[in-house]
């Protein structure tokens, strides 16, 4: 049983809590599973009747149940790797994503083409039954979540022995007791995400007319970030594991994003520089920024705290996606730049304010892996 | 990194600044009227005068469509100089000397800008094209065959603009059934900033030009065209194909080239004339970026052109014109890979300045400035009062410890 040096009454009271949360992280990661494999179904049966309103609906659906997937993943992270690989896994996720995205980006092209030779026609049938093939992989994914959940719930008997359903409920206004250095971390994520996902979302022609590249080069170096993330990602996790200190790499990661997009506003240097080192950046952003949640936030509210940060995530993104645009076709690209320097510069000031609160509080996110360590073998022992 | 930028914009400021003094320096008010020279009665035949009277000198554009489009700029240092034509001369086989200004030898500095002919060709196999082999072209409109409207009523004293709107009248293919093509001319008082895309930023010595396709019907599923203009510098002058990179698209919105042909400086220190437009074209007439065409200028062809007749610059530079003046021709294509805006809409329109002087640049609005100056500035203070503030904590505590002995 995990936390031995608590009295007998407290440890059971987590073994329960403990036990209530698994329970709730099997079944919802199963449901959205299950939910996102069937709403790619809605979706491409969608496309192969014309019917432009059933897609629109099984993707307004597919956002409820894919985003909340991410949720159930990062708890699940938690329950299993706290206080051992957690940024290594962290890591691994994201370049497993990643590696999906790119593969997605160039196989489905190649895909549509080959039914279109197959049916011999472009239009709505040929791009139904190309997304029906795209769905295949969402039955794999349903596959290894029910695989998960076997998986947890033999660690679950050989662990700890289930008891009965005592223990405290889940609650949604936990929200309020999130601390000061889980709210920054918020805002370090929001503004951060805002100021990459949209820029390389209208990226492409920014290329091609400031850089004068042609139309696949921009298409390249677009991805590079994403082709970049994926075998990087893993690299810094376990980096960032064997030396901790996670406030400086988030620090490092936004500054480095940050002269990215200087350089690609104010200068006509090579993009690509610019780009490896956003591709660079963002990496090591994510294997240190996600795993910081874990040590604010109490294991119970953990789910709630991974599921705020990442529905606000999206909000952000949202609502910057649209305005990004509307910048763009009235200003243009100097001006898109800039606004999202300034995001970035947001994100830069949460991260020295974050940085300061918990130096002065005491906390814990900056220490170096060796004290953690040193800290759990001292717990451990007495 | 952050302190190469923190140098460059106290730069930029700087030039920002500098560039409107010299801009408001060249670009004082001139008295700006628009004439349509009544001559004959052939509609086709429409002269517009443009005069921009000036301290101690006057701009004289004189537009017209009689043979190619053309238009003559001329600088006097004179603050009476008069624009004289001969009808007769003018529409007969040898105009050679029917268009002079007077007093004569007022005229320091002449240029003209004709614009021959527009080519169509099929931009599906673009690559062919760029490589010089099989050129999938149709056969070329030739404006000087075109037949005008009278520019007279459309001739705005207020707004300062005028349009020449054309139809081909041998029209083989029947593609000007419903279409025509126009040069929308609008003149200059003052310096300043044009309200529609592109926005160029213009002096008071220059004049803006709009080439407009309405509805021309194309000839092949992705059509592409290409406009061929012809400068003409005289004395032995040249003009230069110069592309000039900017970082700001903020008046043009994701284009960052200004394309200009300046003539090159000469002895006698009499500023140079510039033709320059932002390398795009937009698909409507509320242009917006939705609607861009792509805009390319192919190189500048100097060897051994002839300017093709009938046009007022041979009735202005006479006989010398094959001689003492330089030609050169540039082809301007619009369209790219990027679909078939013109086919959708039916509607392109790309607008060129001309003038004398300098030719004008941009320059970064303040709102820009000051936000670099507040979001870049803002964590670097941040991180200089935090520390400060936990260097004092930190003496705070050490200064309270008292030592046991």
Redesign the interface.
Same mark, same amino acid.
Request: charged residues 20%; aromatic residues 14%; glycine residues 2%.
């Given at each position: 049983c995990p936390d031995s040096s608590l009295l007998p009454e407290t440890c059971t009271a987590l073994k329960h809590r403990a036990h209530r949360v698994r329970i709730w992280v099997v079944k919802i990661c199963s449901v959205f599973c299950l939910n996102v494999t069937i709403l790619q179904v809605i979706f491409a049966t969608g496309a192969l009747f014309n019917a432009f309103w059933l897609m629109e609906a099984g993707r307004f659906v597919f956002g409820i149940g894919g985003e909340s997937l991410a949720v159930a993943q990062n708890a699940y992270a938690v329950s299993w790797f706290k206080g051992k690989e957690l940024n290594l896994v962290f890591g691994l996720q994201l370049s497993m994503a990643r590696i999906g995205s790119t593969v997605n980006m160039n196989i489905m092209g190649w895909i549509y083409s080959r039914v279109q030779d197959l049916l011999g026609s472009t239009g709505h049938s040929t791009l139904g039954f190309t997304l029906m093939i795209g769905g295949v992989t969402c039955i794999f994914s349903l596959i290894c979540a029910l695989i998960l959940a076997y998986l947890d719930k033999r660690a679950e008997k050989i662990l700890c022995k289930e008891q009965g359903k005592t223990g405290e409920v889940i609650k949604l206004t936990d929200v309020k007791d999130f601390s000061l250095s889980l709210w920054l971390i918020f805002i370090i994520c929001v503004c951060y995400y805002a100021a990459v996902f949209p820029f390389i979302g209208l990226g492409k %022609? @920014?290329f091609i007319?400031?850089f004068k590249f042609s139309?696949q080069e921009a298409s390249a170096i677009n991805s590079i970030v994403y082709i970049i993330s994926a075998p990087m990602s893993p690299v810094f996790g376990f980096l960032v594991d064997k030396l901790g200190r996670n406030i400086i790499w988030v620090m490092f990661a936004v500054v480095a994003t940050? !002269?990215s997009h %200087?350089?690609l !506003? @104010?200068?006509?240097w090579n993009p690509w520089i610019a780009m490896c080192m956003l591709g660079v950046a963002y990496s090591l952003l994510a294997c240190a920024l996600w795993p910081m949640v874990a040590f604010v936030v109490p294991e119970h509210q953990l789910g709630t705290a991974y599921g705020f940060m990442q529905s606000i995530q999206n909000l952000g993104l949202a609502i910057i996606a649209i305005a990004a645009g509307t910048i763009?076709?009235? /200003?243009?690209?100097? @001006?898109l730049e800039?606004?999202f320097?300034?995001c970035i510069?947001l994100s830069?000031?949460a991260v020295?304010?974050l940085? @300061?609160v918990n130096?002065?509080t005491g906390g814990d996110l900056n220490w170096s892996a060796k004290k953690r360590e040193k800290l759990q073998k001292l717990a451990a022992a007495e | 990194? $952050?302190e190469g930028?923190r140098l $460059?914009l106290p730069g930029l400021w700087l030039l920002a600044s500098v560039s409107c003094l010299l801009g408001d320096a060249a670009g004082y008010r001139r008295k700006v009227t628009l004439q349509s020279i009544p001559g004959s009665n052939s509609s086709s035949a429409n002269l517009l005068h443009v005069r921009a009277v000036g301290r101690n000198n006057t701009l004289h554009y004189v537009w017209s469509s009689i043979g190619a489009p053309t238009v003559l700029l001329l600088y006097t240092r004179s603050e009476s100089s008069a624009l004289r034509v001969n009808w007769t001369k003018l529409l007969s086989a040898s105009p050679a000397g029917a268009i002079w200004v007077e007093p004569p030898g007022s005229v320091v500095y002449s240029t003209a800008v004709v614009f021959t002919k527009v080519f169509e060709y099929n931009g599906a196999n673009v690559s062919a094209l760029s490589k010089g082999q099989e050129e999938p072209f149709y056969p070329p409109y030739d404006l000087a065959g075109f037949s005008w409207q009278s520019v007279n009523h459309t001739v705005n004293q207020t707004a300062l603009t005028a349009k020449f709107q054309g139809v081909d009248t041998s029209d083989p293919g029947g593609a000007f059934h419903n279409g025509t093509i126009s040069f929308q001319v609008t003149a200059y008082e003052q310096g300043g900033r044009d309200g529609p895309l592109p926005r160029l930023l213009h002096t008071a010595n220059s004049s803006k030009v709009e080439f407009i396709m309405d509805n021309v019907a194309p000839r092949g599923n992705s059509s592409r065209f290409m406009l061929e203009v012809v400068t003409v510098e005289e004395k032995g002058g040249h003009k230069r194909l110069q592309s000039v /990179?900017s970082?700001?698209?903020?008046?043009? #919105?994701?284009?960052?080239?200004m394309a200009q042909l300046v003539s090159e400086p000469r002895n006698d220190s009499i500023g140079p004339s510039f033709f320059q437009w932002k390398t795009t074209a937009y698909g409507s007439r509320e242009a917006? /970026?939705?609607n861009a065409i792509r805009c390319r200028y192919h190189p500048l062809q100097t060897a051994n052109w002839t300017l093709p007749g009938p046009s007022i610059a041979h009735a202005y530079f006479g006989e010398g014109l094959g001689r003492s003046h330089h030609i050169a021709a540039i082809n301007i294509s619009f369209g790219g890979?990027d679909g078939e805006v013109y086919a959708e809409k039916g509607y392109l329109s790309w607008s060129a300045l001309l003038g004398f002087g300098t030719p004008p640049k941009d320059a970064f609005s303040p709102l %820009?400035m000051a936000? %670099?100056v507040?979001?870049?500035g803002? #964590?670097v203070v941040?991180?200089l009062a935090?520390s400060l503030?936990?260097l004092f !904590?930190r003496r705070k505590r050490h200064s309270q410890y008292e030592p046991i002995n």
């Open positions: %022609v @920014f007319e400031k139309s940050l !002269a %200087v350089m !506003a @104010f200068t006509f763009l076709d009235s /200003r243009g690209y100097l @001006f800039v606004f320097s300034a510069c830069l000031i020295v304010m940085y @300061f130096h002065l | 990194m $952050l930028s $460059l /990179r970082i700001d698209d903020e008046y043009t #919105p994701t284009i960052f080239e917006s /970026r939705e890979e %820009v936000i %670099v507040v979001a870049l803002t #964590p941040l991180l935090g503030v936990v !904590a």
